[in-house]
């Protein structure tokens, strides 16, 4: 999409239970994408993490249910694409060929970005507290990136990128239980 974005995340000082994250464009300004979590735990003790980096936003938070007053520790992963769909593959693949500056241009303008992003977006509950997050890179690209998480014990956990996904494959929630054939009954 666009290498100028950043987030922010904030909380109201009336109810600093409910957080609010801004992706935005840096060069536009515009809110690209926003979204709440509610029941976030205030506690110092319960770090807030996040990372952004190109398309890809995660978020580590203490969630507490208040009714109960258990808490949980979740891992929000937001992907944003670009839903510009081309309607010939033979034409894009021919402008490609030719050059043609829509495609092979070396500059970008956020100025001239044409629609809002498609948003993926999951949720996981993680085992341990998180405090700190970063993601691997190698100098080519050449492997997978994963996903290290500091726990709040200082032990390193990594998460490789499939398993942490917001395009990870789940059974249709439409899909009710599977029948179950019995041979020899």
Not at 104 to 124: L, R
Not at 144 to 156: A, D, H, I, K, P
């Given at each position: 999409l666009d290498t100028n974005?950043?987030?922010?995340?904030?909380a109201a000082a009336n109810?600093?239970?409910?957080?609010?994250?801004?992706?935005?464009?840096?060069?536009t300004g515009r809110i690209i994408y926003q979204f709440q979590e509610q029941n976030v735990s205030p506690s110092?003790?319960?770090?807030?993490?996040s990372l952004f980096n190109e398309q890809y936003f995660a978020l580590s938070f203490m969630r507490q249910n208040p009714q109960t007053g258990i808490s949980q520790q979740e891992l929000t992963v937001v992907e944003l694409y670009d839903?510009?769909?081309e309607q010939d593959t033979q034409q894009l693949i021919t402008d490609y060929f030719k050059g043609d500056p829509r495609?092979?241009?070396?500059?970008?303008?956020?100025?001239?970005?044409?629609?809002?992003?498609?948003?993926?977006?999951?949720?996981?509950?993680?085992p341990f507290g998180v405090k700190a997050m970063a993601l691997t890179e190698t100098a080519h690209h050449v492997t997978?990136?994963?996903?290290?998480?500091?726990?709040?014990?200082?032990?390193?956990y990594i998460l490789q990128s499939a398993l942490s996904s917001a395009r990870r494959p789940t059974p249709a929630k439409s899909e009710g239980p599977q029948p179950t054939s019995f041979k020899g009954v």
């Open positions: 974005m950043f987030s922010v995340v904030t109810d600093p239970s409910t957080i609010t994250i801004y992706l935005i464009n840096g060069v110092p003790s319960h770090t807030i993490a839903k510009k769909q495609i092979t241009a070396s500059t970008f303008s956020s100025f001239a970005q044409e629609s809002e992003p498609e948003v993926v977006m999951e949720t996981y509950i993680l997978g990136r994963s996903m290290v998480l500091v726990t709040r014990e200082n032990q390193l």
